[in-house]
């Protein structure tokens, strides 16, 4: 098994997902040429790439899409709703549509698709179960429902939103109402609150949970990394490893 953030913050996001037979990259929010770099960095052909998955519409998600898809003439699962609102999703022959909630198949892994709380049209987090084991995905949410934490438990590998330090957003630059945005129900996980949802999921099978979507004004990777380190500190069901995402390199693991 291997997982790459190929870039994780405000400005784009991108991974890559390698589980037995499967190759899949969950959102294309770097240009089509800034990915492909990116692929080409960590050693994985475009080419090779066997789907790109989509989480929600938002422009550090899908920037390269369109472009990525026609290059590649590779399949895309779009949420239905999603599907026939996006502007360019490359090709329509390439497009494949998921219902939240309903599994789907793509070679060795099973891909179930769960609905998740952001300022956006049907949003949604994946996990990917295989032979190998099950990964969980879910930034972007503004609040952690029951159904997350179900979806998400018993997960080899986790890819969590840690985005803001809350007294940071609170003293920060940002205007009032994105503040309100950034905190609210349908905007982005604090550190404290992705460490929360952390503690909920560790079991004795977790082996590395990467912290995803940092933003560079209103967080430091060293207070997700404490609050992180706070929750682990006081178990001892699990040690996972901890990665922190980046927005400018590549950060991965394999197993």
Known sequence: MKI???????????????????????????????????????????????????????????????????????????????????????????????VDGEEFVINDLTIRPFAITHDCLAPVGFTLNGEQGKVGIATDLGVVTRLVTECLRDCRALVLETNHDEELLRDGPYPWKLKQRVRGNHGHLSN??????????????????????????NNRPELALEAVSTILGRQNISQPQVLLGKQQLPVWWAA
């Not at 990259?25 to 994985?44: F, H, M, N, Q, T």
């Not at 239905?80 to 996006?86: M, P, R």
């Not at 404290?192 to 004004?217: I, N, P």
């Open 4 to 98: 790459c953030l190929l870039a994780s913050g405000s400005k784009g996001n991108s991974i890559v997902v390698e589980s037995g037979k499967t190759r899949l990259l969950i959102d294309a929010g770097l240009s089509a040429r800034e990915l492909r770099k990116r692929l080409d960095a960590v050693g994985v052909a475009a080419e090779s790439l066997d789907a790109l998955l989509i989480t929600h519409e938002h422009g550090d998600h899908v920037r390269g899409l369109g472009p990525l898809v026609r290059q590649l003439n590779l399949p895309v699962y779009l949420q239905t709703d999603l599907a026939g609102k996006l502007s360019d999703p490359g090709k329509p022959a390439c497009v494949r549509e998921f």
């Open 192 to 217: 404290h609150a992705g460490s929360d949802l952390l503690k909920d999921l560790l079991w004795s099978g977790l082996e590395t949970v990467f912290l995803g979507h940092l933003s560079e004004t």
